[in-house]
């Protein structure tokens, strides 16, 4: 059972450079979530898509991108990387209820 | 603006004892209440959850409470073990979570 799988793990940017982080979910699941983890910040949504083909900011959305073309991919872009956007990112999915939130293992991204 | 306020940042508890964490929330609306465990490495889990109708409830060791007027939910381990070492994360809802700051419990033999 792969659950919510992110790619890459880890990854090191330049200041300016562009990146894709890559969220896939095999449970089929409508609404999928960006978040970033900060420490002493918790987790802060980034953005978030309650079905193919539709995305909504969250409570940190400058500097990113997102994309649903597909039901089970959710894609997190950064057009130009800034140190500020260094962090741990979670992508999530649910079944549309709360409770059913199930999470990836994270990216560590690095911007230099 | 944090929404959801948790505290405290970093808790230390010896094994067998009870560690409690605590959280206030100001929007009305939210409807929903769980609790994430995380261990280093991975993504946060749900580990317990309630709705504000409801003023207490159990799983296990795990216990959450609720005061709705004062806008104040808990999370109590009880008989804490060194394998509850975690970050646990209060969160409240109405369409979408919103996360507290977390809080790093480290349990001692």
């Known amino acids: 059972n792969a659950g919510v799988t992110q790619t890459p793990k880890f990854r090191v940017l330049k200041t300016g450079q562009s990146m894709t982080l890559l969220c896939a979910q095999d449970m089929n699941h409508e609404y999928m979530y960006w978040y970033r983890q900060d420490p002493g910040m918790g987790l802060r949504l980034i953005h978030y898509s309650v079905g193919e083909g539709t995305t909504a900011k969250g409570e940190v959305p400058d500097g990113y991108n997102v994309s649903r073309l597909k039901k089970q991919n959710f894609l997190l872009g950064l057009e130009s990387a800034a140190p500020s956007q260094t962090s741990v990112y979670f992508c999530?999915?649910?079944?549309?209820?709360?409770?059913?939130?199930?999470f990836g293992s994270g990216t560590r991204l690095t911007v230099v | 603006q944090q929404q959801v306020k948790q505290s405290p940042q970093s808790l230390i508890v010896q094994k067998g004892g009870i560690s409690i964490i605590n959280c206030a929330y100001e929007n009305t609306a939210f409807d929903y209440f769980p609790w994430y465990q995380q261990f280093p490495g991975k993504g946060p889990a749900l580990l317990i959850a309630?709705?504000?109708?409801?003023s207490e409830k159990k799983e296990g060791r795990f216990t959450i409470s609720f005061n709705k007027s004062a806008k104040q939910f808990s999370l109590h381990i009880m008989d804490s073990q060194p394998g509850d070492s975690a970050t646990y994360f209060c969160?409240?809802?109405?369409?979408?979570?919103?996360f507290g700051t977390g809080t790093r419990l480290q349990v001692f033999p």
């Open positions: 309630i709705r504000p109708d409801v």
């Open positions: 999530a999915s649910s079944n549309g209820q709360v409770h059913g939130y199930t």
């Open positions: 969160a409240a809802s109405t369409d979408k979570l919103i």
